[in-house]
């Protein structure tokens, strides 16, 4: 079993999963859009993207499906089966068209237009990806100012999937420190090893750097 992969978001979510529960799970580091790579990836995912996990006779791509899969494969309940399962799937639900897309908006604009030179920031872009951010941020500050975590008393893969762009926030500067509950929640992320460095002794390209 292999998991292609690179060092850009969703990627990086889906090998802190992998490397979080110690699945059995080789890594590859891959460029599906890259000039001349698009054959050898097609068939394992139509989109061009990553994550994908080569099992044998498929291929299955989405960081969630794979963090499912993973878990599933782990006997772990970080993707939660039981009653909590709900409460889960509205967080990731709920994050992806609020609290990740509104990080993703401004990632984009400071983050990945600028390491690859697609093009210049757009300011108007960054206001409203910043203005969705408030929004959405306030709703989870609420919310963690009562628990430790989005879902029960540990974490989930609610919790990782929430801070997919966070650990890019040095390219992204999205405020979370106005928000106390908020970053006490992302501390205890980065309290996690395998949250903190998902590429240790991976082979893989750094990211192209953010100009000066
Ligand atoms: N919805 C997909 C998004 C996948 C995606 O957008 N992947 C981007 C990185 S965040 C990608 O493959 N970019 C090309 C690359 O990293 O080489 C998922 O959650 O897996």
Same mark, same amino acid.
């Given at each position: 079993?292999?998991? &292609?992969? #690179?060092? %850009? $978001? *969703?990627?990086? =979510?889906?090998?802190?999963?992998?490397?979080?529960?110690?699945?059995?799970? /080789?890594?590859?580091?891959?460029?599906?859009?890259?000039?001349?790579?698009?054959?050898? &990836?097609? #068939?394992? %995912? $139509? *989109?061009?993207? =990553?994550?994908?996990?080569?099992?044998?006779?498929?291929?299955?791509?989405? /960081?969630?499906?794979?963090?499912?899969?993973?878990?599933?494969?782990?006997?772990?309940?970080?993707?939660?089966?039981?009653?909590?399962?709900?409460?889960?799937?509205?967080?990731?639900?709920?994050?992806?068209?609020?609290?990740?897309?509104?990080?993703?908006?401004?990632?984009?604009?400071?983050?990945?237009?600028?390491?690859?030179?697609?093009?210049?920031?757009?300011?108007?872009?960054?206001?409203?990806?910043?203005?969705?951010?408030?929004?959405?941020?306030?709703?989870?500050?609420?919310?963690?100012?009562?628990?430790?975590?989005?879902?029960?008393?540990?974490?989930?893969?609610?919790?990782?999937?929430?801070?997919?762009?966070?650990?890019?926030?040095?390219?992204?500067?999205?405020?979370?420190?106005?928000?106390?509950?908020?970053?006490?929640?992302?501390?205890?992320?980065?309290?996690?090893?395998?949250?903190?460095?998902?590429?240790?002794?991976?082979?893989?390209?750094?990211?192209?750097?953010?100009?000066?």
């Amino acid at each position: 079993m292999k998991m &292609y992969f #690179s060092r %850009n $978001p *969703n990627p990086r =979510l889906a090998v802190t999963v992998g490397r979080y529960l110690k699945a059995e799970v /080789a890594f590859e580091f891959a460029a599906p859009r890259a000039q001349g790579q698009g054959d050898r &990836y097609l #068939s394992l %995912n $139509p *989109n061009l993207l =990553l994550p994908i996990l080569e099992l044998p006779g498929k291929a299955l791509w989405e /960081a969630d499906a794979i963090a499912c899969w993973f878990s599933r494969h782990t006997g772990s309940d970080f993707w939660r089966t039981g009653d909590d399962e709900p409460d889960m799937i509205r967080w990731i639900s709920w994050g992806k068209e609020n609290f990740v897309r509104a990080c993703d908006m401004v990632h984009w604009e400071r983050g990945t237009k600028q390491r690859y030179r697609i093009g210049p920031c757009d300011q108007a872009m960054v206001e409203e990806g910043l203005k969705q951010f408030h929004a959405a941020a306030r709703i989870l500050e609420a919310e963690l100012s009562g628990r430790a975590w989005l879902v029960g008393n540990s974490v989930s893969f609610a919790d990782f999937r929430m801070g997919t762009f966070l650990p890019f926030n040095d390219a992204a500067r999205l405020p979370i420190d106005d928000y106390p509950s908020l970053r006490r929640w992302y501390g205890q992320l980065e309290g996690i090893e395998a949250w903190r460095r998902p590429f240790d002794g991976l082979d893989a390209p750094e990211l192209p750097p953010l100009p000066k």
